[in-house]
């Protein structure tokens, strides 16, 4: 059964950083791209970003572009985003994905969710 698991959302400030963790199971970790999507309040669940299978290729919105990193430790089976200088328009549900594609920027491309994890972002 896979498993992915989100950690390290929360209550912060505008400015201020957090890292999401994954922690996936179940899978062949390395064979996966992996990535996050978010959701926020009445809107749909948009593309974040994405890394590829060895982690050397990485994909962003446009949104977060220069202030959110994704990195992938593949002994950990471990898949993380750290956010920087977040913004109020950032507040949404973090959702980490896996697919079988290097990148996975379309909801149809996904073929494993996690259970989401909140990120507030306060003004």
């Known amino acids: 059964q896979v498993q992915l698991v989100e950690s390290g959302g929360g209550l912060v400030q505008a400015g201020d950083s957090l890292r999401l963790s994954c922690a996936a199971s179940?899978?062949?970790?390395?064979?996966?791209?992996m990535g996050w999507f978010r959701q926020a309040p009445g809107k749909e669940r948009e593309f974040v970003a994405t890394?590829?299978?060895?982690?050397?290729?990485?994909l962003y919105a446009d949104s977060v572009k220069g202030r959110f990193t994704i990195s992938r430790d593949n002994a950990k089976n471990t898949v993380y985003l750290q956010m920087n200088s977040l913004k109020v328009e950032d507040t949404a549900v973090y959702y980490c994905?896996?697919?079988?594609?290097?990148?996975?920027?379309?909801?149809?491309?996904?073929?494993?969710w996690g259970q989401g994890t909140q990120v507030t972002v306060s003004s």
């Open positions: 179940g899978l062949l970790f390395m064979n996966y791209g």
């Open positions: 994905i896996a697919g079988t594609r290097p990148v996975i920027v379309l909801r149809e491309q996904v073929r494993y």
């Open positions: 890394v590829t299978q060895s982690g050397d290729g990485t």
